[in-house]
């Protein structure tokens, strides 16, 4: 019989891996579920009062303490993987009480009831499928997917590339690796979130790889380079084909928005027996990094450079006919032929701009006015079209539909937010850009999905005016107006509990409701790490227990968490090993 991957680890580092009953591993390792060293909190446990009405009841971040058996550890071949604990039935009963009701209310959809929990979900690599169709490091993600559940979370994000699918021919879908890693999802408990991708990945924060769009989409562009978003200097943007072609059948025959329906609907039918089981939710992809929003900030050969306000992206022959058409029709003819030729470069500030200045700006003025709500409009028509398409296709399956929207908090604080504004929200100190997005989605029953949970204000260069925390709070709030469920994510790799405490804070989002679902950035060898490992687990069970006002994280439970997820990451360490060590070849 084949050694499994635990036993391959000690035969390369020339020492056999023990379990603490003595046997060498040689078969099936199995896998560990969190129930197996979890342990319900006790309930003679004190802590301050809090007032009720105070929103914000976590106590400062406190230096977890550190176990000489995890600072020791090595993470390398020669690590001695010690054995799985034995599962304890009440141990194991309360866990699956906490996953169950947080898995049932994150299916029902909403925000969560404080108190219940906020389901955590973990995105795959980008590369989880391979451009031959197989998956990537099938034995690491098999056991990373193990190391994941036994953590107790929720599922995984993968993102289902147009480019790898239908590369080849239009209508021509291959579903290779994409039917192997559901498989393997289901095998394992996991739930998953499939995001239809429908942009390029290569040019964005965090692209380790590079996956175009689908060989005869870039045919057509290079015949007609006005297919792809173009900026006033007539640099094209590649990342995903402009929205001022959807209804127009420029690729192949079809229209742009037919294409990506064609694309679901082929989904559907090719996992209808998944969806709604295993397949808890579709992202509809609808811009650059699957975000609803123009490539404004094109990190690609150093053209943006945080924290540049970025540039519009409606100079291509389509956005521009739009925008004569919308002139016309304001009786400002004048206004159609061009977009504003004042609005400095990529790298600029604000105030270096005449457009974007705080006084007297262009934004502020009616020319800027009819411009931004042109401009914006177009991108809510364009998510609009999408999602109507996307309800009608998963409508009955079980699954949610949900939509990214990027979390642009450099300039915040200034008058004319231009970052956003470039992006396509129509967010101004004096207008809120992002209810009537809010407002789409509820039309529609969509998740708004947020990035940027993570940040603290301070952390962030203030000369730049960065306010993460206000624009979150600006999130949820238009949200809970529009009464649209919100999730989360980190928008950058964090494994540091300081970053944990503030997405726990950020989930929690009022007195009553919490996020309705958190997904972590990214799976990777720097998550399975020791130290990074038991911040993680840690940081999954507060999520998954939640916080309601009758409890408070003090120092005391904080204390029991942190021993506990030290606990864990002992006994799990063969699980982890193994994808730590798969994950990095």
């Given at each position: 019989?084949?050694?499994?991957?635990?036993?391959?680890?000690?035969?390369?580092?020339?020492?056999?891996?023990?379990?603490?009953?003595?046997?060498?591993?040689?078969?099936?390792?199995?896998?560990?579920?969190?129930?197996?060293?979890?342990?319900?909190?006790?309930?003679?446990?004190?802590?301050?009062?809090?007032?009720?009405?105070?929103?914000?009841?976590?106590?400062?971040?406190?230096?977890?303490?550190?176990?000489?058996?995890?600072?020791?550890?090595?993470?390398?071949?020669?690590?001695?993987?010690?054995?799985?604990?034995?599962?304890?039935?009440?141990?194991?009963?309360?866990?699956?009480?906490?996953?169950?009701?947080?898995?049932?209310?994150?299916?029902?959809?909403?925000?969560?009831?404080?108190?219940?929990g906020?389901?955590?979900?973990v995105?795959?690599?980008?590369?989880s499928?391979?451009?031959?169709?197989?998956?990537?490091?099938?034995?690491?993600?098999?056991?990373?997917?193990?190391?994941?559940?036994?953590?107790?979370v929720e599922?995984v994000?993968?993102?289902?590339?147009?480019?790898?699918?239908?590369?080849?021919?239009?209508?021509?879908?291959?579903?290779?690796g994409?039917?192997?890693?559901?498989?393997?999802?289901?095998?394992?408990?996991?739930?998953?979130?499939?995001?239809?991708?429908?942009?390029?990945?290569?040019?964005?924060?965090?692209?380790?790889?590079?996956?175009?769009?689908?060989?005869?989409?870039?045919?057509?562009?290079?015949?007609?380079?006005?297919?792809?978003y173009?900026?006033?200097?007539?640099?094209?943007?590649?990342?995903?084909?402009?929205?001022?072609?959807?209804?127009?059948p420029?690729?192949?025959?079809?229209?742009?928005?037919?294409?990506?329906?064609?694309?679901?609907?082929?989904?559907?039918?090719?996992?209808?027996?998944?969806?709604?089981?295993?397949?808890?939710?579709?992202?509809?992809?609808?811009?650059?990094?699957?975000?609803?929003?123009?490539?404004?900030?094109?990190?690609?050969?150093?053209?943006?450079?945080?924290?540049?306000?970025?540039?519009?992206?409606?100079?291509?022959?389509?956005?521009?006919?739009?925008?004569?058409?919308?002139?016309?029709?304001?009786?400002?003819?004048?206004?159609?032929?061009?977009?504003?030729?004042?609005?400095?470069?990529?790298?600029?500030?604000?105030?270096?701009?005449?457009?974007?200045?705080?006084?007297?700006?262009?934004?502020?003025?009616?020319?800027?006015?009819?411009?931004?709500?042109?401009?914006?409009?177009?991108?809510?028509?364009?998510?609009e079209?999408?999602?109507?398409?996307?309800?009608?296709?998963?409508?009955?399956?079980?699954?949610?539909?949900?939509?990214?929207?990027?979390?642009?908090h450099?300039?915040?604080?200034?008058?004319?937010?231009?970052?956003?504004?470039?992006?396509?929200y129509?967010?101004?100190?004096?207008?809120?850009?992002?209810?009537?997005i809010?407002?789409?989605?509820?039309?529609?029953?969509?998740?708004?999905?947020?990035?940027?949970?993570?940040?603290?204000?301070?952390?962030?260069?203030?000369?730049?005016?960065?306010a993460?925390?206000?624009?979150?709070?600006?999130?949820?709030?238009?949200?809970?107006?529009?009464?649209?469920?919100?999730?989360?994510?980190?928008?950058?790799?964090?494994?540091?509990?300081?970053?944990?405490?503030?997405?726990?804070?950020a989930?929690?989002?009022?007195?009553?409701?919490?996020?309705?679902?958190?997904?972590?950035?990214?799976?990777?060898?720097?998550?399975?790490?020791?130290?990074?490992?038991?911040?993680?687990?840690?940081?999954?069970?507060?999520?998954?227990?939640?916080?309601?006002?009758?409890r408070?994280?003090?120092?005391?439970?904080?204390?029991?968490v942190?021993?506990?997820?030290?606990h864990?990451?002992?006994?799990?360490?063969?699980?982890?090993?193994?994808?730590?060590?798969?994950?990095?070849?």
């Amino acid at each position: 019989m084949a050694l499994n991957l635990t036993h391959q680890i000690g035969t390369l580092a020339g020492t056999p891996i023990q379990m603490d009953n003595g046997v060498v591993s040689g078969d099936s390792t199995g896998t560990v579920n969190a129930s197996a060293v979890w342990k319900p909190v006790s309930t003679d446990l004190r802590c301050a009062i809090q007032k009720p009405d105070l929103k914000d009841t976590m106590s400062p971040p406190v230096s977890p303490c550190r176990s000489p058996v995890l600072s020791s550890m090595r993470a390398d071949l020669s690590v001695a993987c010690r054995a799985f604990a034995t599962e304890s039935p009440t141990a194991a009963a309360v866990t699956e009480f906490s996953e169950e009701v947080g898995g049932e209310m994150y299916k029902q959809g909403g925000l969560q009831e404080k108190g219940k929990g906020v389901p955590v979900f973990v995105m795959m690599p980008l590369d989880s499928v391979t451009m031959s169709n197989t998956v990537n490091r099938k034995k690491a993600m098999d056991a990373s997917l193990r190391a994941l559940k036994s953590a107790g979370v929720e599922g995984v994000m993968m993102d289902v590339w147009w480019g790898l699918v239908e590369r080849d021919q239009p209508g021509h879908y291959n579903w290779g690796g994409y039917s192997d890693l559901l498989e393997m999802a289901k095998r394992h408990g996991l739930k998953v979130q499939a995001v239809m991708s429908f942009h390029q990945c290569g040019g964005n924060v965090g692209d380790s790889v590079s996956i175009p769009l689908p060989k005869w989409v870039v045919e057509e562009v290079d015949k007609d380079q006005d297919l792809v978003y173009t900026d006033q200097w007539g640099m094209r943007n590649y990342e995903y084909i402009s929205l001022g072609c959807d209804t127009i059948p420029v690729l192949k025959g079809r229209k742009p928005v037919q294409c990506y329906s064609d694309f679901m609907r082929a989904f559907k039918d090719k996992f209808k027996d998944l969806l709604g089981d295993t397949i808890v939710e579709i992202q509809v992809g609808m811009g650059p990094a699957g975000e609803l929003r123009y490539p404004s900030y094109p990190e690609q050969n150093g053209t943006w450079k945080f924290p540049g306000i970025g540039a519009f992206q409606c100079y291509d022959k389509y956005m521009l006919s739009s925008l004569k058409a919308a002139a016309e029709s304001a009786g400002k003819p004048e206004w159609g032929s061009t977009g504003p030729t004042d609005a400095g470069h990529y790298n600029n500030w604000p105030e270096d701009t005449q457009f974007f200045r705080k006084e007297n700006g262009g934004w502020c003025s009616p020319y800027g006015e009819f411009f931004l709500s042109w401009y914006s409009q177009m991108l809510l028509d364009h998510g609009e079209r999408i999602l109507a398409s996307a309800k009608s296709i998963f409508d009955a399956t079980g699954v949610k539909i949900s939509v990214k929207v990027a979390g642009i908090h450099w300039h915040y604080g200034s008058r004319s937010h231009a970052p956003e504004l470039t992006a396509g929200y129509y967010n101004t100190r004096f207008r809120d850009g992002y209810l009537p997005i809010a407002q789409m989605l509820a039309r529609h029953g969509a998740i708004f999905n947020f990035t940027c949970i993570e940040m603290r204000d301070h952390e962030q260069p203030q000369d730049a005016l960065c306010a993460p925390e206000k624009l979150v709070k600006q999130v949820a709030s238009a949200t809970q107006t529009a009464h649209v469920p919100l999730a989360g994510e980190n928008a950058l790799p964090r494994y540091d509990e300081y970053a944990h405490e503030q997405i726990l804070r950020a989930a929690s989002l009022d007195v009553d409701k919490q996020m309705c679902a958190f997904t972590y950035l990214r799976m990777n060898p720097h998550l399975f790490q020791p130290d990074n490992w038991r911040q993680f687990v840690a940081f999954v069970k507060k999520m998954n227990e939640g916080k309601d006002v009758h409890r408070c994280w003090e120092q005391v439970e904080r204390e029991q968490v942190e021993r506990e997820a030290e606990h864990f990451v002992h006994v799990t360490q063969p699980l982890v090993q193994e994808a730590a060590v798969a994950l990095m070849h």
